[in-house]
C-alpha cells in the first residue's frame, strides 16, 4: 500500500469536499431556493415604518397620500407587506417629498467620509461574522448603502451572503491584492441579495497574500504600494458609493488584518463574557496598542472616529457572565455599547442555515424569541447608526437600550 503523506491526506480530503459542494450546491441551493433568488423576507407596514424611523400612523398616511409611492402588496388578511427594494424606493420617495429629515437619511452628503469600521478580535468564535452580518443587514434596511469586506480565509461572511469565489469562482479579495496581476477592487465586487449590501469575498488563498507578503518584505522588493496601505489604497476607488464599510476579520493577527485596521477609520469589537476572554481581550488590546503605533509611525495623526465594544453571545441567566458583564461595562464605561449582543437561540438556528436574522421566517420561530433578538439587533445597529451620523455631523436620534 502507498503510504501517503499529511499534506496528501488533507489535499485529497480538501478536494472531496470542494467538489461535494459543488456538486451538492446545486441541490442545497437550486434556483428556487438560492438565497439570490429568495432575496429577504418581506416586511410589514409596521415593520417598515420602524426600520425607517417615521411615526406608524404618519407611515399609513404617506402611503395613501404621497405621489409615486410603492403600494408593496396586498395579502391575506388585508396585510400590505413591502420587498426590501420597496423600502428604500419608498424612503427615496419620502426624502424627496420633505417628509424625512437629514437626521434620518442615511446617506452620507458631499464631503462627508465614509464609516469604515473593522469588526475585529483576535478571540474565535466571539460573533464577529455574526456581527458584521446582522448589523449589515439593519443597516442596509435602513438605507445606508454597505460594502461588505471579508479577509477572513474562512469565509464565512462570505458564506452567509451567498457568494462563495473557492467553489464558484468569483474573484476574492485576494485577487485585488495579490502581487501579481491584481484586479481593481470594483471587478471584485458582488452584489447580495440584500439591496443596499455588496460583498469583496473572502477566499481560502488570504493565506497566498500573508506569504506573498513576507517573501517581498524580506527581499526588499520595491513595490509602489506598501502592504499596510494596499487596503486603504484599493477602497479609496470605490469608497465613494458606500456610507459604511465593515471588515470581518480572522481570528489570528496577520497582514491582511493589520492593513483593514490601517483602511478603517472607526473599530467595532465583540468580546464575550467569559474570564478566558477577558484576559484573552487584555492580551489582544495590548498586541492591538502595539499594532496601531506600528501603524502611527507609518501614517502621523491617523484616528479612529469611535473605537467601541460590543457584549456578544450574552446570558444575562447565566450569574457568571453577568458578573462578567458588570465587570466589563463598569471598566470600559461609554466604550462598551448600551445593548449587548443577546445569546439567541434564534441565531444558533439561523447559524445552521448561515443565515442573517432578517432572512428568517419569523412565524418558523417562537415569537417572543424572534422578537426579542430582532429588537436587540435593530438597537445595536441603532446605536452604530448614532456613531456614524455623529462623523457626518448630523444630530443622531438615540437608539439602544
Ligand atoms: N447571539 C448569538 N446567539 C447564539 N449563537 C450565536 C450568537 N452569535 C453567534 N452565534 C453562533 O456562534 C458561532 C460563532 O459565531 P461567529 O462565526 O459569528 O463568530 P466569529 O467570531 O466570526 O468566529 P471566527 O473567529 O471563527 O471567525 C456561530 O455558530 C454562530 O451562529
Ligand atoms: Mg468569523
Redesign the pocket.
Known sequence: MTELTGSDVLAEHSEIIRAALKRESAKLFAPQESKTERGLRRFSVRETAEHLKINYNSMRHYLKSVDGIPEGILESGNRRTFSAEEINAIQETLYKAGKIPLNLYPRKAEGDQTSIIACYNLK???????TTSNCATFLAMRGFRVLLVDI?P?A?LSDIFDVRPDIEGFPSIYDVLKYDDPIQMSEAISGTYVPNIDIVAGSLNMTEFEFETSATYMSGQHQSTPWHRKISNALRTVEDHYDVIMFDT??HMSFAVIAAVFASNAMLIPVSAGMLDIVGLEKFLNLGSNTLSVIEEHEEGKKYNFVRYLL??YNKNDPSQLQIGSFLRSELGSNLLRTD????TA??DA?IGMQTLLEVDPSKLNRRTYERIYENLRDIADELEEEIMKTWGREPVKGGA
Open positions: 474565535g468564535g466571539v460573533a464577529k461574522s455574526s477572513d474562512q464565512s480572522p481570528p456578544t453571545r449582543f443577546l445569546h439567541s441565531l444558533t447559524g
